[in-house]
């Protein structure tokens, strides 16, 4: 029985799963719509499908570094539950991801979720039996890969929080196991003040354009003249550069000195070159707006 696209849509709407599945589904069933759907509930696609729609905000942030060829990578997976993200099922396929991520350098979230998984065909496939195994919502939300040869992982609070970073360094110093430590302190430092850019010059021109404004009106608010509010600018924006950039934040084992500081610092006691290049933070669940319930509103309804 021949199909359409419009059959292949149908599908999809009944059965919430995507496009190609039930494509594949309607060609494995001659185009009969109901063994389709019998064939993508027997594969887990349907049940799967039925779950994606719930919010999934808790979860793990696993950061790891390839001792073969020290390229780091981090990656961000969500589920429904906290309950859920502590199980070591869980776990165990969070790491394994990283490790996808790690062997294959995808270029984007498609390409991680085509990469080959241990025990699966996919890193899409074993994310669906997860789903069914677990029994919640599971997302793959994002990822960063980093260049060998030297990056730095931590992660905090057994996955609420990580941070990868990636240092140039001579080779005079690389294999000193001081400039491992202090890879380890600039990730901490990332983890517990939560820079959004590396260094001042990494900051996005709208933003830093906003802040001025911002500083300027509250300046004129407090009676200031405009000549004098725009040097109280100036020195505002030196303020926000040091909250808001790694590099200029002070460094929180020793607040007299900024992080390029102390990065300086110990590339002069070694004897090298030490630079921090890149730097990227996940905190689970970020930005994700989280499911409110209500206990009581629940019972009331069970009641009814």
Known sequence: MAFTAKDVQNLREIT??????????????????DKAIAYLREKGLAAAAKKAGRVAAEGVVCALVDAANGRGAIVEVNSETDFAAKSDLFQAFVRGVAEA???????????????????AASVEEALRE????IGENLQIRRFEVFPAPLNLAYVHMGGKIGVLVNLKVSDS???????AELGRDVAMQAAAMRPQWLKSEDVDT???????VIYLNQALAE??????AEKMVAGRISKFFSETCLLSQAFVKENKLTVAQ?????AKELGGEIEVTRFVRFEKGEGIAKREDNFADEVAKMVK
């Open 173 to 179: 110093v690389k294999d000193d196991p001081r400039v």
């Open 130 to 133: 997860k789903v069914l195994t």
């Open 223 to 228: 009676g200031k003249p405009q000549a004098v």
């Open 16 to 33: 919430g799963v995507g496009m190609m599945d039930c494509k594949k589904a309607l060609t494995e069933t001659d185009g009969d719509v």
């Open 101 to 119: 991520v790690l062997k294959q350098n995808p270029a984007d979230l498609a390409g991680l979720l085509a990469a080959p998984f241990e025990g």
């Open 262 to 266: 102390h990065v300086a610092a110990v």
């Open 206 to 212: 709208a933003a830093l354009e906003n802040e001025k």
